[in-house]
């Protein structure tokens, strides 16, 4: 794979990696940015989708992913590539100065500058955590299906009561021997048609639900032959499985950026609050990630450090040049990076 080169790559599709692509873009930069998952949009997108948020500033309440499709198409007109579902796993400082950036898809970036938006880190999965998991986790104990045929003849058990969870069912039961669905409750987070499809496998014979907690792992050395369970009135019984799926969501982990040889204090990296900018020259911390004495976790200090950040990169990049603070309103040059003008013709 050739090298991607660019004069900013931005790390973490969260709102403020979103935004920052905006206030880069009024500067005329153009910007890469990447995510470890399939989608856009952080914390928002992933833990919280449809919970209103009441203190961005003009707009009393709007939903999470509101926010983040509002944000996509304020930030379209500046073009940026999105090079998402692959995790930035290396960073490295180049004898020139510039930075190499590797991720989990293979993919090499040659950047002039860093903007780290990554949030808490990459999500991780939720593990099963009972004695000896270990050495099944990746072989009969998974957190994704690689290879759905892989499932043929299995008898699964598929821990979880969200969409993940209930998707899995409908999708491998055509291909199990038999699934058990264990949920901790009654109800389930899935969306209603998913669950009343289950409930059919469940009349089918192919699926049997069962409320509780997975309590032990059966096994006879390598060879898993079952889970342990306990029901939520203390009841144990055996499920004879020989496969494990656990949807029980993600969490987020610091995970490779702590190797990156960037300060951290706390699971976050220091940063100044002119240019938020880390120790290492180049590479700038936005949102959550970064931390300096009176930091807040919000999205709107996270679009502030945006903003700030975009005009020293663009002071890095372009250092004979002076940068002009332009109002969005009054701009005819910023007018033109939005693609005001075209618009203004098509309505004429
Ligand atoms: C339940 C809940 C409610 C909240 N309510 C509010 C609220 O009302 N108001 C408010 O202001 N804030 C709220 N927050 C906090 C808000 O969501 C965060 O401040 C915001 O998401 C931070 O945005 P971010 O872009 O910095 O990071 P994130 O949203 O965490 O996004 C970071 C992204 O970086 C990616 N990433 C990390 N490391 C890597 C890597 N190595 N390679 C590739 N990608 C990587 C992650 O996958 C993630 O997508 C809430 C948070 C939660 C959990």
Redo the contacts with the bound molecule.
Sequence with gaps: MSTINTDVLI???????LFQIFELGLLNIHAHI????PQV????A???PE?P???IPACPEIMAQQLIDNLMLQIAPFDADFHLH???TDLRTLENGRFEVTTSKGTIFNTATIVL???????QPRRLRLQGVDKFEGQQINYKVADKASYTGKRLAILGGGDSALDWVLELAEYCEHIDLVHRREQYRAQPASVNKMRELIQQGKVTEHHGNASGLIHSGDNLSGLQLRSNDGEEKALDINSILVFWGLT?NL???ADWGLEIEKRQVPVDTEKFQTKIPGIFA????NTYPGKK????S?FHEAALAAFAIQAQLNPDQKVRLQYTTTSPVIHQRLGLKVIKKLEI
């Design positions: 790390i973490g599709a969260g709102p403020v990696g990447v995510d470890a998952l949009g952080g914390q928002c992933e833990l919280y919970k948020i009441y203190d692959q995790l930035v938006a990554a949030g808490l880190g990459p999500f987020p995970g490779p950026i936005v949102g959550d990630i976790k919000l999205i709107l996270g």
